[in-house]
């Protein structure tokens, strides 16, 4: 396992983790097939590398029983004057009670810090970053440290070639500004994806990627962090 961000292999390629079917909420989840990814360096710190092979395996699983969801319940309304879309949402890793948002498409690459009541804490810019269609962020622990990763996957018109990720150590709540540790362009070997939501597995290193979709079928796709 991997225990450096900037140690990371700068093109990898990856594989699809799972396919997910969704009628509803039963899930049928088959694996199987791969996808070209490459990490980019915006800070000019490494030098690029060739791709390497990593491949899942192909299986079938079904659920014995359906999902069910609580009623939805009101918490709070968000007082933060910029944010007129809130698109991903992210549990701070460094302070409890504090949350990380951002704007959907047409905003800057900024994150919008709040509390439990929906108090605007902060407005904190990424450096080196942009933002073309931000869909979703997630935030995690490794080796004590805290991070955002913040995924610009949007692709409604079908017309983007490659996606981009975002990771920055979590700032603290009133901070202005973070740095770019690294950032993520990786293209799909299907051909251009519709991303609506980022996850974080930080004890395998694994960063999963799911697609939205106008059919009952959805896939996952995995990325090393």
Not at 129 to 145: C, H, K, L, V, Y
Request: with cysteine; aromatic share 8%.
């Amino acid at each position: 396992m991997r225990t450096r961000f900037d140690r990371m292999p700068h093109s990898h390629r990856v594989s699809r983790l799972r396919r997910l079917l969704i009628p509803l909420v039963i899930l049928l989840v088959p694996l199987g097939t791969s996808f070209l990814a490459r990490t980019v360096d915006p800070l000019g710190e490494r030098g690029l590398a060739g791709p390497s092979p990593a491949w899942a395996r192909e299986t079938n699983q079904q659920p014995d029983t359906a999902l069910t969801y609580a009623p939805p319940r009101h918490l709070t309304d968000l007082q933060v004057a910029p944010l007129w879309e809130s698109s991903g949402l992210a549990a701070s890793q460094r302070e409890a009670g504090v949350f990380w948002t951002h704007n959907d498409s047409g905003d800057t690459p900024q994150l919008f810090a709040f509390d439990r009541d929906g108090k605007h804490l902060g407005t904190c810019k990424i450096k080196s970053a942009s933002a073309i269609d931000w869909e979703d962020m997630a935030s995690f622990q490794r080796n004590g440290t805290a991070y955002l990763l913040v995924g610009d996957i949007g692709n409604n018109s079908s017309s983007r070639e490659a996606a981009h990720l975002y990771l920055i150590k979590e700032p603290k709540p009133d901070a202005s500004e973070a740095e770019l540790l690294w950032s993520a362009t990786f293209h799909y070997d299907e051909g251009p994806q519709n991303g609506e939501a980022v996850g974080v597995d930080a004890v395998s290193g694994t960063i999963l990627l799911a697609n939205k979709r106008w059919t009952p079928t959805t896939h996952v796709y995995a990325l090393p962090l």
